[in-house]
């Protein structure tokens, strides 16, 4: 049954989004029941509640939440978690991390115009406060000056002042329009001329970025966008260079006294978030990003020739989010507080198969940010690195998560964010040189060791049965209790074990080894 909301969000009512929750499930059982599916048990509380923390939160609950949950008989807990988590400060910050990455990229790289960290912040910001999507796109389309009063200009700068760069990026976000192709020539198989797409790109080619510099140090300390009174694009073809004039992507050119009273960029955003594929690009790539595939896929790939999965239900979210005045958190709400989105990933007698139907929960990877902060919730790094990213006004642990997504993410630009390296590898990172030394001074960590001992040595250190330290290994890392067979190996270990701590460890270290830890 569809989560009840009883409870009223901030910036949103609760009984809205469990209507639209409603809707959601009653358009796709509608599709189980055409094609005789039958759809996967509920997920059990504990896959529920590690689900949600990791795709709200960004960790992992903690043992305490989890044992309160899962003895917790009240049948609204579900409902109450996640209202919890929605409007926390981990909600803001994870929400903020992942369009972060998808406007300019994982990792930051080199480029001295990106200012990763201001447009993180003013991303938590505007999700904090539930802005508009509508409102802040427009923001991130037409912001001006330093990225120390507004971080919105961070995309545009993180392209070097390329406007094709620019207007191509921003058609696959906020469109879902794959049209960097026709930068050189005519789109193959869509109908995008080479003028078209840069008739976009001219709404750009007045914008200039320029680095902010420290001035002792001579490095970047933010960056700053401004629009210069002239300026104008040109395309080349067949030999020959052309200037070309901003047109939007109906062939629509903006007046020139709009342009001059709003400015190009201004137009430019009016324009996106006016475009019938504005709601839609974000809706498929929400639906992708919380239940593993999207209605179209890949998700920026909506041309006109697209199948989407349940059409439907696709159209009704479509309309629902342009309708609601772009009100993310509601949106956001209304999958999350679904039958669908709390299914388990078992098949049922039928469904194994089932690819586009979403019959089942489909097992998604953790992404590289969200390993880093679970391995540093299950390891009892945590609170060490807490307390020494407090010492060095809050920068260090940003710095160690850069360095971990640096090693372990693929391209930067890449969506797909999930974890490409192993377990080993990202614990020697976290016991490695580059750490060791901080975890250490915070007493955490000791002596470079290879295993995480600071949550082992805690749990062989409580009183009671060895039993009750298997079910709070299990609870600290798979947020569940282990099932009997699980409870009697691991048991065996550690009564047979001459050093409690060091089988605590073993059976700590092979949770985290675990495929169920890399996956929700």
């Given at each position: 049954?569809?989560?009840?909301?009883?409870?009223?969000?901030?910036?949103?009512?609760?009984?809205?989004?469990?209507?639209?929750?409603?809707?959601?499930?009653?358009?796709?059982?509608?599709?189980?029941?055409?094609?005789?599916?039958?759809?996967?048990?509920?997920?059990?509380?504990?896959?529920?509640?590690?689900?949600?923390?990791?795709?709200?939160?960004?960790?992992?609950?903690?043992?305490?939440?989890?044992?309160?949950?899962?003895?917790?008989?009240?049948?609204?807990?579900?409902?109450?978690?996640?209202?919890r988590a929605l409007v926390s400060e981990e909600s803001a910050e994870h929400l903020a991390t992942y369009f972060t990455n998808?406007?300019?990229?994982?990792?930051?790289?080199?480029?001295?115009?990106?200012?990763?960290?201001?447009?993180?912040?003013?991303?938590?910001?505007?999700?904090?406060?539930?802005?508009?999507?509508?409102?802040?796109?427009?923001?991130?389309?037409?912001?001006?000056?330093?990225?120390?009063?507004?971080?919105?200009?961070?995309?545009?700068?993180?392209?070097?002042?390329?406007?094709?760069?620019?207007?191509?990026?921003?058609?696959?976000?906020?469109?879902?329009?794959?049209?960097?192709?026709?930068?050189?020539?005519?789109?193959?198989?869509?109908?995008?001329?080479?003028?078209?797409?840069?008739?976009?790109?001219?709404?750009?080619?007045?914008?200039?970025?320029?680095?902010?510099?420290?001035?002792?140090?001579?490095?970047?300390?933010?960056?700053?966008?401004?629009?210069?009174?002239?300026?104008?694009?040109?395309?080349?073809?067949?030999?020959?260079?052309?200037?070309?004039?901003?047109?939007?992507?109906?062939?629509?050119?903006?007046?020139?006294?709009?342009?001059?009273?709003?400015?190009?960029?201004?137009?430019?955003?009016?324009?996106?978030?006016?475009?019938?594929?504005?709601?839609?690009?974000?809706?498929?790539?929400?639906?992708?990003?919380?239940?593993?595939?999207?209605?179209?896929?890949?998700?920026?790939?909506?041309?006109?020739?697209?199948?989407?999965?349940?059409?439907?239900?696709?159209?009704?979210?479509?309309?629902?989010?342009?309708?609601?005045?772009?009100?993310?958190?509601?949106?956001?709400?209304?999958?999350?507080?679904?039958?669908?989105?709390?299914?388990?990933?078992?098949?049922?007698?039928?469904?194994?198969?089932?690819?586009?139907?979403?019959?089942?929960?489909?097992?998604?990877?953790?992404?590289?940010?969200?390993?880093?902060?679970?391995?540093?919730?299950?390891?009892?790094?945590?609170?060490?690195?807490?307390?020494?990213?407090?010492?060095?006004?809050?920068?260090?642990?940003?710095?160690?998560?850069?360095?971990?997504?640096?090693?372990?993410?693929?391209?930067?630009?890449?969506?797909?964010?999930?974890?490409?390296?192993?377990?080993?590898?990202?614990?020697?990172?976290?016991?490695?040189?580059?750490?060791?030394?901080?975890?250490?001074?915070?007493?955490?960590?000791?002596?470079?060791?290879?295993?995480?001992?600071?949550?082992?040595?805690?749990?062989?250190?409580?009183?009671?049965?060895?039993?009750?330290?298997?079910?709070?290994?299990?609870?600290?890392?798979?947020?569940?209790?282990?099932?009997?067979?699980?409870?009697?190996?691991?048991?065996?270990?550690?009564?047979?074990?001459?050093?409690?701590?060091?089988?605590?460890?073993?059976?700590?270290?092979?949770?985290?080894?675990?495929?169920?830890?890399?996956?929700?």
């Amino acid at each position: 049954m569809t989560i009840l909301w009883l409870t009223v969000l901030l910036a949103g009512a609760g009984d809205d989004a469990g209507r639209l929750s409603d809707a959601i499930d009653r358009r796709v059982a509608a599709v189980w029941t055409a094609r005789g599916l039958n759809p996967s048990a509920p997920a059990s509380d504990g896959a529920f509640l590690r689900r949600v923390s990791l795709d709200v939160r960004g960790t992992l609950p903690t043992p305490a939440e989890a044992e309160a949950f899962l003895d917790d008989r009240d049948p609204l807990k579900r409902q109450k978690f996640l209202d919890r988590a929605l409007v926390s400060e981990e909600s803001a910050e994870h929400l903020a991390t992942y369009f972060t990455n998808l406007l300019v990229g994982r990792t930051g790289g080199t480029n001295r115009f990106n200012d990763r960290d201001a447009l993180r912040r003013r991303l938590h910001d505007a999700f904090a406060k539930n802005e508009p999507w509508d409102a802040l796109v427009r923001d991130l389309l037409s912001a001006q000056g330093p990225s120390s009063e507004n971080g919105a200009v961070a995309f545009t700068t993180r392209f070097e002042g390329k406007p094709a760069e620019v207007a191509g990026a921003a058609s696959r976000v906020f469109l879902g329009m794959q049209i960097q192709c026709a930068e050189c020539h005519d789109h193959p198989y869509q109908d995008w001329s080479q003028r078209d797409f840069h008739g976009l790109a001219a709404f750009f080619a007045r914008s200039r970025p320029r680095p902010i510099l420290d001035p002792e140090k001579k490095r970047p300390i933010g960056v700053e966008l401004r629009d210069l009174p002239r300026g104008e694009h040109s395309m080349e073809r067949d030999g020959e260079r052309t200037v070309v004039y901003p047109r939007y992507r109906d062939g629509r050119a903006p007046t020139a006294a709009d342009a001059e009273k709003r400015g190009r960029r201004a137009s430019f955003a009016e324009y996106v978030t006016s475009d019938p594929l504005f709601p839609r690009a974000l809706v498929n790539r929400l639906w992708d990003h919380y239940l593993g595939r999207g209605f179209v896929d890949p998700v920026d790939d909506l041309n006109p020739k697209a199948q989407a999965w349940n059409a439907g239900l696709f159209d009704f979210l479509t309309r629902d989010f342009a309708a609601s005045g772009f009100d993310l958190r509601r949106l956001i709400a209304g999958i999350l507080g679904s039958r669908v989105y709390a299914l388990s990933t078992r098949p049922s007698s039928n469904n194994v198969g089932d690819e586009g139907n979403f019959s089942r929960a489909r097992p998604r990877a953790l992404s590289a940010e969200e390993v880093f902060h679970a391995l540093l919730r299950a390891s009892g790094a945590e609170g060490a690195m807490r307390r020494v990213a407090a010492e060095a006004d809050g920068q260090l642990r940003d710095r160690y998560l850069r360095r971990f997504v640096f090693l372990f993410a693929n391209d930067e630009m890449e969506e797909q964010e999930s974890f490409q390296g192993t377990i080993p590898q990202a614990l020697l990172f976290l016991n490695g040189p580059l750490s060791n030394g901080a975890f250490r001074a915070a007493g955490a960590i000791a002596r470079g060791e290879r295993r995480p001992l600071g949550t082992a040595r805690a749990i062989a250190s409580q009183k009671g049965p060895p039993g009750a330290k298997v079910d709070q290994l299990f609870l600290t890392v798979l947020t569940r209790r282990p099932d009997p067979e699980e409870k009697a190996k691991f048991t065996a270990h550690l009564e047979n074990a001459k050093d409690l701590r060091a089988a605590c460890e073993d059976a700590l270290w092979a949770l985290l080894n675990s495929t169920e830890f890399l996956h929700k």
